[in-house]
Nanobody
Framework: QVQLVESGGGSVQTGGSLRLSCAAS????????MSWFRQAPGKEREGVSS????????YYADSVKGRFTISRDNAKNTVYLQINSLKSDDTAMYYC????????????????????WGQGTQVTVSS
């Protein structure tokens, strides 16, 4: 049974930090590129960051560059998203997703390229 389980969300003040985790099971983790998406109420789902199967390639949305860092630990079947300098615009449900395709700069933000999705973890930023 395939599972992606996110954790680490919460309520933080502007400028704070969080570390999101996504634990994968039920599939061969190293065969998949992994990404984080987010969706705020009334807004479309947005690709936040992506990492290749071996960790050698990473991508970020312009809105999070310099503040978010994606990483993965293939020994633990887990992908992480370190979020720093949080802003109110970062408030959203954050989802991790797995893609069987090798993603690149022009494809990683297309949610149709992902086969597995987690249930999400809520991040709320208040001033």
């Amino acid at each position: 049974q395939v599972q992606l389980v996110e954790s680490g969300g919460g309520s933080v003040q502007t400028g704070g930090s969080l570390r999101l985790s996504c634990a994968a099971s039920g599939f061969t983790f190293t065969n998949y590129d992994m990404s984080w998406f987010r969706q705020a109420p009334g807004k479309e789902r947005e690709g936040v960051s992506s990492i290749s199967w071996g960790g050698g390639s990473t991508y970020y949305a312009d809105s999070v560059k310099g503040r978010f860092t994606i990483s993965r630990d293939n020994a633990k079947n887990t992908v992480y998203l370190q979020i720093n300098s949080l802003k109110s615009d970062d408030t959203a449900m954050y989802y991790c997703a797995a893609s069987r395709w090798r993603l690149y700069s022009g494809s990683w933000q297309n949610h149709h390229n992902y086969i597995y999705w987690g249930q999400g973890t809520q991040v709320t930023v208040s001033s």
